[in-house]
């Protein structure tokens, strides 16, 4: 059974950091591009950031160039997800997602929460 836990979400002031962890049980890592989404209330939801099977190359939604870092450990079966300075419209539900081969994502965990007060 595939599962995806996500974890380390709180509260923060704006300009603090964050670090989220994904942990991944029941699937090789190594195989899977992971991603990083986000859903704030009454948004649809948006990608954040991917970090690609094999190569380990990333991407970034513009909103989190330069104050967000994904980082995957295979042999942890971990993805993790730095965030400084943080802003309120950073508010969101997180959540990791894994994409076999890079091909559409079909396992997602069930998010962790993420406030920034201004």
């Known amino acids: 059974q595939v599962q995806l836990v996500e974890s380390g979400g709180g509260l923060v002031q704006s300009g603090g950091s964050l670090r989220l962890s994904c942990a991944a049980s029941?699937?090789?890592?190594?195989?899977?591009?992971m991603g990083w989404f986000r859903q704030a209330p009454g948004k649809e939801r948006e990608f954040v950031a991917s970090?690609?099977?094999?190569?380990?190359?990333?991407r970034y939604a513009d909103s989190a160039k330069g104050r967000f870092a994904i980082s995957r450990d295979n042999a942890k079966n971990t993805v993790a997800l730095q965030m400084n300075s943080l802003k309120p419209e950073d508010t969101a539900v997180y959540y990791c997602?894994?994409?076999?081969?890079?091909?559409?994502?079909?396992?997602w965990g069930q998010g962790t929460q993420v406030t920034v007060s201004s």
């Open positions: 997602a894994g994409a076999l081969f890079g091909r559409e994502y079909t396992y």
């Open positions: 029941g699937l090789s890592l190594s195989r899977y591009t």
């Open positions: 970090i690609a099977w094999g190569t380990g190359s990333t």
